[in-house]
């Protein structure tokens, strides 16, 4: 395709294009978010398709923010955040298979939350205990448990802040 992604009515067209990403494994797809909304977009068909609103689980006064999706293009996660503040409130996870939310509210200084390629495991990062650098929460998407990885004075264990999880940012 040659030429605007958008036509120039569709609001999208004007915007940054922040936080876009192409599919891992589908060439012609590239994930556009919008307010609430997750979309997928064929640049060669320009067809959109609604992938998850998050405001029918959080409200219509939330968005999503720095979002993820595995290379099945089947989980996503981002970063759920007030429409009226800005402020970060924690990191959301969709399943599309069982089309289910999961939340985790931040505990700490938020910063934000990635996936690995497979949709399997959740890093959300934050401060957590105001030593050093971010702490990290690892999450079995599957089954839930979480730990902890902080610095604990020892900061090579934190993981990085650009850690690429799925080669996307």
């Given at each position: 395709?040659?030429?605007?992604?958008?036509?120039?009515?569709?609001?999208?067209?004007?915007?940054?294009?922040?936080?876009?990403?192409?599919?891992?494994?589908?060439?012609?797809?590239?994930?556009?978010?919008?307010?609430?909304?997750?979309?997928?977009?064929?640049?060669?068909?320009?067809?959109?398709?609604?992938?998850?609103?998050?405001?029918?689980?959080?409200?219509?006064?939330?968005?999503?923010?720095?979002?993820?999706?595995?290379n099945g293009d089947?989980?996503?996660?981002?970063?759920?955040?007030?429409?009226?503040?800005?402020?970060?409130?924690?990191?959301?996870?969709?399943?599309?298979?069982?089309?289910?939310?999961?939340f985790f509210a931040?505990?700490?200084?938020?910063?934000?939350?990635?996936?690995?390629?497979?949709?399997?495991?959740?890093?959300?990062?934050?401060?957590?205990?105001?030593?050093?650098?971010?702490?990290?929460?690892?999450?079995?998407?599957?089954?839930?448990?979480?730990?902890?990885?902080?610095?604990?004075?020892?900061?090579?264990?934190?993981?990085?802040?650009?850690?690429?999880?799925?080669?996307?940012?």
């Open positions: 395709m040659v030429g605007p992604l958008f036509d120039a009515s569709n609001p999208l067209s004007w915007a940054t294009g922040e936080g876009w990403y192409w599919s891992a494994t589908r060439p012609t797809i590239l994930y556009v978010t919008s307010g609430s909304s997750l979309y997928r977009y064929d640049v060669s068909t320009r067809q959109m398709d609604l992938v998850a609103d998050a405001s029918t689980y959080f409200g219509s006064n939330r968005y999503i923010w720095q979002t993820h999706v595995s089947t989980i996503l996660s981002g970063t759920l955040r007030d429409g009226q503040t800005y402020e970060s409130l924690g990191c959301l996870v969709y399943n599309e298979n069982s089309a289910l939310f999961s931040k505990t700490g200084a938020y910063d934000e939350c990635q996936l690995d390629k497979g949709g399997r495991w959740l890093v959300i990062k934050e401060q957590l205990d105001d030593a050093y650098d971010v702490d990290n929460v690892i999450v079995d998407v599957l089954t839930g448990p979480a730990s902890d990885v902080d610095g604990s004075g020892w900061r090579a264990r934190t993981l990085g802040h650009r850690l690429r999880l799925h080669g996307r940012q």
